[in-house]
């Protein structure tokens, strides 16, 4: 089993930064794709961006591509997510999540949110 917890969310204004962090812990040896999801009251959960933990490989949502950037810290069984010129449209509850993917790390795995384990959440909101 894997647990996640989910930190750093906040209020912020527009063109602001915020860093999110994802702890993992448990059986996390064999995890090999995490990812950043997010959903706003009313919209579909929507894929944020994802990392083939293997070998470090990123994939992004074209509305964060420029602006977010994903990063994993190995020793500390941590996930980060770096997210600049926040706009209001970012406002929305954040879920780490992690699965035991390989190879099918990417794109599609961050489209179809078919992982295994998931966070608690982390609000960020960003006013105008």
């Known amino acids: 089993q894997v647990g996640l917890v989910e930190s750093g969310g906040g209020s912020v204004q527009a063109g602001g930064s915020l860093r999110l962090s994802c702890a993992s812990y448990?059986?996390?040896?064999?995890?090999?794709?995490m990812g950043w999801f997010r959903q706003a009251p009313g919209k579909e959960r929507e894929g944020v961006a994802a990392?083939?933990?293997?070998?470090?490989?990123?994939y992004y949502a074209d509305s964060v591509k420029g602006r977010f950037t994903i990063s994993q810290d190995s020793a500390k069984n941590t996930l980060y997510l770096q997210m600049n010129s926040l706009k209001p449209e970012d406002t929305a509850m954040y879920y780490c999540?992690?699965?035991?993917?390989?190879?099918?790390?990417?794109?599609?795995?961050?489209?179809?949110?078919?992982?295994?384990?998931w966070g608690q959440g982390t609000q960020v909101t960003v006013s105008s």
């Open positions: 448990g059986y996390t040896y064999t995890i090999y794709c």
């Open positions: 990392i083939y933990t293997g070998g470090g490989r990123t």
């Open positions: 999540a992690a699965d035991h993917a390989d190879k099918a790390c990417g794109l599609g795995l961050l489209t179809n949110g078919k992982f295994g384990y």
